[in-house]
């Protein structure tokens, strides 16, 4: 494998499609992932925070990765999250997925246990060595109460070769930018936030891993490799059209919005799993005024 590998700018993370019972709905799923490749997308992750990760527990999310991989594994590169916050059972998960056939792993800063830098650290170094595929790591401390810091993200970039990117939800522009400056050829800084994709991509990010690109994936992937070709007059414009709907998919726990989003355009997705809760008559309705605004719903 090369030092870094390389995945495109733009990475839906794809919501999980459930059914009445909310289970599992695979072949929703199959469908789903179907019409992002086929509206030109060229990489997923599946099974993110996008997609209720703390509650499709480990044998469905294998049926998860399964379906997704036959469906489009063939047309998409495959990017499965795996990580948890017991670093042993995360090992032998990704183990197990790598079996798979997906094309990389995401890792996310562990949760509830607190853990201080050097056990981020060692945390990722032992998953990323447990496995050859590429990893991308996944910074969220409004989710997880801990910051992964510059200095413990760029340690891992230089010294695990297979640690190729991260998704940066930190919204600490100070950090992303030194992240940035001072990470090895190869290593790309995603946005974890919608919203900032363009301020983070001026600061030399790579792109964004995406929750409206459920939703509207050209219009995302339009500002995305606007700025990739300097093009940042038509970046702007795409993306200030586009704005209030990325606000609004975050008024309440993501991906709750996102969810009634899919329903709202007509391709239902299901409900979310306790403890989240469906949206309610009145954000579906604010929600279809500003998708009628931004022109995503007709």
Same mark, same amino acid.
Request: hydrophobic letters at 45%.
């Given at each position: ?18 059914d ?16 992002l490749?086929d509206k030109?997308?060229?990489?997923l992750v ?8 703390p ?14 991989i ?9 990017i499965?999250n795996v ?5 042993a059972?995360?090992?032998d998960?990704?183990?197990? @997925?790598?079996?798979l056939?997906?094309?990389?792993? %995401? ?6 246990? +607190?853990?201080?830098q !050097? =056990? ?8 990323a ?5 590429p ?10 109460v801990?910051n992964m ?14 640690? @190729?990117?991260v998704?940066?939800?930190?919204g600490? %522009?100070?950090q992303?930018?030194?992240?940035i +400056?001072?990470a090895? !050829? =190869?290593f ?5 936030d ?13 792109g964004v891993i ?11 992937a ?8 300097g093009?940042?007059?038509r970046?702007l ?7 209030p709907?990325?606000?609004?998919l ?12 899919m329903?709202?355009i ?5 409900g979310?799993?306790?403890p ?10 604010e929600?279809?005024?500003?998708m ?7």
């Open positions: 494998m090369p030092a870094k590998t390389q995945f495109s700018r733009f990475i839906p993370a794809m919501i999980t499609p459930f009445q019972n909310l289970d599992l709905d695979l072949p929703r799923a199959q469908q789903l992932a179907t019409r490749v030109g997308v060229s990489a599946i099974n993110g925070t996008t997609g209720e990760s509650t499709v527990f480990y044998p469905q999310k294998i049926e998860l990765f399964k379906a997704v036959e469906a489009v594994g063939d047309r998409c590169q495959i499965a990580g948890d916050n017991c670093t059972d995360s090992c998960f990704a183990r197990d @997925v790598v079996k056939g997906v094309d990389g792993i %995401m890792l996310v800063v562990p949760y509830y246990n +607190k853990p201080p !050097e =056990g981020l650290y060692q945390h990722f170094k032992a998953i060595t447990s496995v050859e595929l990893v991308v790591l996944y910074n969220i401390p409004g989710r997880c801990i810091e510059a200095e413990t993200t760029l340690r891992l970039a230089h010294e695990v070769d297979n640690i @190729v990117a998704k940066e939800a930190s600490k %522009m100070d992303i930018e030194a992240i +400056k001072d090895p !050829e =190869g790309h800084v995603y946005s974890g919608d919203e900032v994709t363009m301020a983070i991509m001026e600061l030399g990010g790579w995406s929750t409206i690109g459920n939703v509207t994936p050209e219009r995302m339009e500002i995305v490799e606007a700025m990739a070709a093009d940042r007059t970046a414009a795409a993306h200030l059209k586009l704005q709907l990325m606000k609004e975050f008024i309440t726990a993501n991906p709750i919005m996102v969810k009634e989003a329903k709202l007509g391709f239902d997705c299901g979310v799993r306790l989240l809760v469906d949206a309610t008559p009145e954000q579906s309705a929600l279809a005024e500003v009628r605004a931004t022109g995503v719903l007709e």
